[in-house]
């Protein structure tokens, strides 16, 4: 199972564009890269999650260079709401397999 | 659509006793995971069952935890003897045939006191 590391926390201000990266160098050929999103008194969510090159929803972008060996999960223009703790998950999409997460990024959203 | 449900949302117990977490997972779902999480940290796997394959119990901390699904349906975590340690929040999730995407349910807050 690919390891990943990612910055503890991260501070912003509201309508700035957050970029907060994952690194995963021994991500392995059938992983995917997935993005959760948790708050306080919840479960994570499901923001993103991509394969190679980039991903955009309506939520957020997720770059990924030709390597993969990391990724960057990509907010625009953030308000206080998205005062939240980020994952990234490293694993694979169609087979059994245990989704083990990293410690997050914690990432403060200041007016 | 009803998501994952985990009952009870919050539960207070005397050291030494024992505690029954339940999740409902969503319907057509074969893949289940239980985490803990302990205040102020990260999801730390439990737990995992697909289908009718033999879960996989590599996280469970130690022979006080146990886990079991029926089918494909509701799963238990029991956790016997219960210490000051186990309190934590316990997060259920569950997704189609193994893999992603995940979705959690919002916990079962556990106090040992």
């Known amino acids: 199972l690919a390891k990943t590391t990612q910055p503890i926390s991260m501070d912003s201000y509201e309508g700035q564009e957050v970029n907060i990266t994952c690194s995963h160098n021994?991500?392995?050929?059938?992983?995917?890269i997935t993005w959760y999103q948790q708050f306080p008194s919840q479960g994570p969510r499901f923001i993103i999650q991509?394969?190679?090159t980039k991903v955009t929803n309506e939520v957020a972008s997720l770059f990924i260079p030709a390597d993969r060996k990391s990724s960057t999960l990509s907010l625009p223009r953030v308000s206080l709401s998205d005062t939240a703790v980020y994952y990234c998950?490293?694993?694979?999409?169609?087979?059994?397999?245990?989704?083990?997460f990293g410690a997050g990024t914690r990432l403060t959203v200041k007016p | 659509g009803a998501g994952v449900s985990q009952s009870p949302s919050n539960k207070v117990t005397e050291k030494g006793k024992d505690v029954e977490l339940r999740c409902d997972p969503i319907?057509?779902?074969?893949?289940l995971y239980w985490y803990r999480q302990r205040l102020g940290q990260g999801l730390e796997f439990l737990i995992y069952f697909q289908g009718n394959s033999a879960p996989d119990k590599s996280g469970l901390p130690s022979d006080r935890f146990s886990a079991e699904r029926t089918g494909e349906s509701v799963s238990t975590l029991t956790i016997q003897r219960t210490q000051q340690e186990d309190s934590a929040v316990y997060l259920c999730a569950s997704s189609l045939a193994g893999g992603q995407p995940l979705h959690f349910g919002n916990g079962t807050r556990l106090t040992v006191t």
């Open positions: 319907s057509g779902h074969t893949a």
């Open positions: 998950l490293v694993g694979l999409f169609h087979n059994n397999n245990d989704m083990r």
């Open positions: 021994n991500i392995a050929t059938n992983d995917y």
């Open positions: 991509g394969y190679k």
